[in-house]
């Protein structure tokens, strides 16, 4: 099977040169001919909005910060209470070896944050600040707090309903508990049709916002750095779509693997960057701070609309950052090897923590520190690379030479979220159409084709439509988590209990 799908790879993209650039010229009028109208239609439903105080906020994005909060308070903050054992549970001082399921609890962590850290983390940050002011970060880094409880209902589920073949290759994530969990309580063709529902969105979302934006993102910094490729994206598309079918090709062993790596790397370096120019800034840290919480609940600090549109910045791109309560993350976290699924349900809360309490609090306290807002304030910036040229900019104003480790960052950031997101499709595919190797060979290649056009077409119509299918998957994947809390109450106590028993013994 591997040889077979490394044989029509190799053979599809090495003919891809001598049609590429004619191609280019007309896909962007066929994909917005084509993509347009579906884009409109789904994008009204998914991002339906109400006003409040002169402002629109899409229902979604309550949906979201509202469930989060409830949930935290469900289960008593857990996010908090349990954090020290969520980092041990990732050493699997709690799990035993044998433990079914393909990989451990490290991997599917890294395999996890692979697909939420990255843009939303470099430029999400700087558009929502210079859009909504200092105080929207507030709200971005309590919103990812919140979030950490979300992840853990879901991927508890997501561990507790999987599927596990003879083989031992693992199938979960929401399309399971919707189906499987809500079977168990007597709706079982309504939790089918939710399932499908959520797996058709996630395909859609794997394809554009988990593949194309993020190598057209990666293709544009590249661009815009280096100069090369400038007008043959395509080029850049085809060598990306060549290392991402070479991982994708072993499934999520070979996913996970590459992940543990990438993922440590990439978050250590960017860390270690934001530190530096932190502590180069360390006289303006404490202004910050204050800055942050006193425009969070000041209208009248505010750049833009008062507190509602400060909440607004802050809410969408800690949901786009971290996905807590789409359902995505599930997927990858159901491979884990564990006998409990409230373990890897902890292990997942530390997710929102790397990504949005850690990673987006860093970036913005180097933009506000730096004084990079400041020149950009009140700025509604107009595209994710505008984002990530503020960012840069304020990275460099310490360190001149960090825009080209910022632009490796972004290729390796869009890179592991392509590969993440990959898998998620597939499993999605799987549950559709059963594992069927034909159907997901054709799965692979066409995600690698998506690849290449993602890289060389502008993209209007496809982000639109991604954007609004994996906004989708909230919908069914939150009816799923108010329905089967008790599951999850009754898992965490198990393993609770379990914790116990062998802290006892030591």
Known sequence: ???????????????????????????????????????????????????????????????????????????????????????????GKYTRKDAPGEITHFQALSAALSATVGLGNIAGVSIAICAGGPGAAFWMILVGFLGMTSKFCECTLGVKYRKIDSAGKVSGGAMYYLSEGL???????????????????CVGGALGAGNMFQVNQAQAQFSSVTGLFVDQGWIFGLIVAVLVGAVIIGGIRSIARVT??????????????????????????????????????????????????????????AAFSNEAG???????????????????????????????VVVCSLTAFVILSTGTYDAHAGQSLASWEVGVEVTSEAFASAIPWFPYVLMVAVI????STMISWSYYG???????????????????IVFCLCTVVGA????????DASDAMFFAMVV????????????????????????KEVEGKN
């Open 1 to 91: 099977m591997r040889k077979l799908t490394l044989f029509l790879f190799l053979s599809i993209f090495t003919a891809l040169p001598a049609f590429a650039e004619e191609a280019q010229n007309s896909i962007d009028a066929k994909l917005d001919s084509v993509l347009r109208p579906f884009a409109d239609f789904v994008s009204e439903i998914v991002f339906y909005s109400i006003p409040v105080a002169g402002q629109s906020i899409p229902i979604v994005l309550l949906l979201l910060a509202g469930t989060s909060l409830i949930l935290t308070f469900y289960f008593k903050f857990v996010n908090l209470s349990a954090i020290g054992t969520a980092f041990k549970t990732v050493t």
């Open 183 to 201: 079977k168990e309580r007597g709706m079982g063709t309504f939790g089918r049709v939710l399932a499908i529902f959520f797996a058709v969105m």
């Open 260 to 317: 543990s790596t990438l993922v440590p790397l990439m978050c250590g370096i960017y860390i270690a960057a934001a530190l530096v120019v932190l502590f180069m800034n360390i006289g303006a840290v404490p202004a910050v701070f204050g800055r942050i919480i006193s425009e969070a609940f000041n209208p009248d600090a505010m750049i833009t609309g008062g507190f509602i549109a400060v909440f607004i910045q802050g809410v969408k791109r």
């Open 326 to 356: 789409v359902g995505s993350a599930p997927i990858a976290h159901a491979a884990v090897k564990t006998d409990h699924p409230a373990s890897e349900g902890l292990v997942a809360l530390l997710e929102p923590f790397f990504d949005t």
């Open 412 to 415: 390796l950031f869009a890179f």
């Open 426 to 444: 597939e499993r999605a595919i799987t549950y559709l159409v059963g594992d069927n190797k034909a159907v997901i060979l054709a799965y692979r």
């Open 456 to 463: 060389s077409a502008s993209l209007g119509s496809v982000i």
């Open 476 to 499: 069914p994947n939150l009816i799923g988590l108010y329905i089967l809390l008790p599951v999850v109450k009754k898992e965490t106590a198990r393993f609770m209990a379990h914790v």
